[in-house]
């Protein structure tokens, strides 16, 4: 059993920064792969970035690539996922969700496992 809470979202301009982070609590977090996704009003949750187990291999969005990078401690039960160059398209719920399958950097969200609660982006232009 994983229990995700994210934290780290807010109110930011057009071509800013924020950092989500997402802790983790159960001593296995560090064999789970780790995804955010996000859902914007009247929209499907879609993929933004998945990372495996080790952190070693991560997979983006197209629509995000060259902006987030995503991360993860093992050590704090945590990942966390770094944007920059918000654009008001960005604003969304975002959530942080677990896949029992480590390796898999899976874009699909029916492959996860556990999901937090969200925390709100909003970018205003």
């Known amino acids: 059993q994983v229990h995700l809470v994210e934290s780290g979202g807010g109110l930011v301009q057009a071509g800013g920064s924020l950092r989500l982070s997402c802790a983790a609590s159960g001593r296995t977090f560090s064999s789970y792969a780790m995804g955010w996704f996000r859902q914007a009003p009247g929209k499907e949750r879609e993929f933004v970035t998945a990372i495996n187990w080790s952190g070693g291999n991560t997979y983006y969005a197209d629509s995000v690539k060259g902006r987030f990078t995503i991360a993860r401690d093992n050590a704090k039960n945590t990942v966390y996922l770094q944007m920059n160059s918000l654009k008001p398209e960005d604003t969304a719920v975002y959530y942080c969700?677990?896949?029992?399958?480590?390796?898999?950097?899976?874009?699909?969200?029916?492959?996860?496992?556990?999901w937090g609660q969200g925390t709100q982006v909003t970018v205003s232009s």
């Open positions: 969700a677990a896949n029992q399958y480590g390796s898999r950097l899976s874009v699909n969200r029916y492959d996860y496992d556990y």
